[in-house]
C-alpha cells in the first residue's frame, strides 16, 4: 500500500521527550514566579535607619522584583535551551534504543514477505512487550514454514496421484489406437476403473479443501444417526469381507455439518472394515458423552499396527501396509486427512490408538451442544 511520507516513530517519540523536558521546565519556572517572585515587592527596598551617620548602620540595598527578573530571566532561557538540546540528543538515543527491537521485528517481516520463512529473530533479555512480540512473531514464522511445508507436500503428493491414472488412461487409449483388433469391452472396462479413481481422488482434494476452509453451516446433528447411516451404507461391504458391524451407544447430540460429519463417520469404519484381516473380525460403532464432548469412537480387529505409524496415517496419500487396493474401495490415501481435516474444522480432536489384540481405535470428541 502507498502511503504519504511521515516522520518516523523514532522522530516522533524524540520529539515528544524533548517537548516534554521543556513543558516540564517551564512549569518549574512557573512555580517560582507564582510561589516566590511575585511577592517580592517592585520599586526600591532600603534596608536600616540609612544615612550612616552618628555611627548609624548605613543602609543596604536590597533587589527587587524587576532587578529579580532581569537576573533571572536570561538564566532561564538558557536553561530551557539546554533542556531542548539535551531532549532532543537523549531522546534520539533513547528512543533509537527502545525502538531497536522493532527494527529487527520489522526486517524479519520483509523477509518473511519476500519467501524466506526459515530465519527467526531469537531476541534476546527480559520479557517485555517488544520481546513477547518477537517470540509470538518467531511462532508464526515456524507455523507458516511448518503449513507452507505441508502444502507444498500435500500439492506434489497430489499432482503425482492425479497424474498416474491420466497416464494409465493414455497409455490404453494409445494401445487401443495402435491395435484396433484388441477387445474394447476389456478397455472401455480399464478406462471406466481408472476415471473413477481420478474422479474419486478429485472429490476427495476438494472435501478436504471444504474442510480446511470451514464454509459449511453449523446445526445440531445426532451422532448416533449418522453412525446408523454410515453403517447401513457399508453394510453389504463388510458382509462381503464377513466382518460383523454394530452400532451402539446412545443419542449424542453435537454441533457440525451434517453431510461432513457423515462423510468422517464413513471414512473411518470404510477404513476399519477394509483394514480389518483376516476376514471374519468386528467392527464397533460406539456413540455418547464424557465430560460435556460428544464422543464417537470406531474400533476394529484386524493385524497389529505398530506404534511407530500411528502418527502418519492422517498425513494426505499415507496408507497403511495393510491397505488392500485390489477393489473399489481402495481409497485415494486421503480417508483419514479428510477426517482429521473435518474434525479440526469442528473444533473436535481425533485420536487413534492401536488395539493390543490388533486393530484400531480411532476417537473423535466434538463440542457437545449448549
Known sequence: MNRRPGLSARLKLTISYAGFLILAGALLLAVVWVFLLRYVP?????????GGRHGAPAARFVPNRSDLLRA????????????????????????????????RIADAARMAANGSLSHRISMEGPKDEFRELADVFDTMLGQLESHVTEQQRFAANASHELRTPLAISRTLLDVARNDPARDQGELLERLHVVNTRAIDLTEALLLLSRGERRNFTREAVDLSLIAEEAAETLLPLAEQRQITLEVTGEAT????????????????????????????????????????????????????????????????????????????????????????????????????????SGGLLATIRLPGTP
Open 42 to 50: 517592585d520599586g526600591t527596598i532600603m534596608t536600616g535607619p540609612g
Open 72 to 103: 533571572f530571566a536570561p538564566r532561564a532561557a538558557q536553561a530551557l535551551a539546554f533542556l531542548l538540546v539535551f531532549g532532543l540528543v537523549g531522546g534520539w538515543i533513547l528512543a533509537g534504543r527502545m525502538l531497536a527491537p522493532l527494527t
Open 253 to 356: 447430540q453435537a454441533v457440525g455439518s451434517g453431510a461432513l460429519l457423515l462423510r468422517v463417520v464413513t471414512n473411518l469404519v470404510q477404513n476399519a472394515i477394509v483394514h480389518n484381516l483376516p476376514a471374519g473380525g468386528t467392527v464397533t460403532v460406539h456413540t455418547g458423552a464424557e465430560y460435556g464432548a460428544s464422543v464417537l469412537r470406531v474400533e476394529n480387529t484386524g493385524h497389529r499396527v505398530p506404534a511407530d505409524l500411528i502418527p502418519t496415517l492422517t498425513e494426505p496419500f499415507q496408507r497403511g501396509t495393510q491397505r488392500i487396493r485390489t477393489d473399489e474401495h481402495a481409497g485415494v490415501g486421503l480417508g483419514l486427512a479428510i477426517v482429521q481435516s473435518i474434525v479440526r474444522a469442528h473444533d473436535g480432536t481425533l485420536e487413534l490408538a492401536p488395539r493390543p
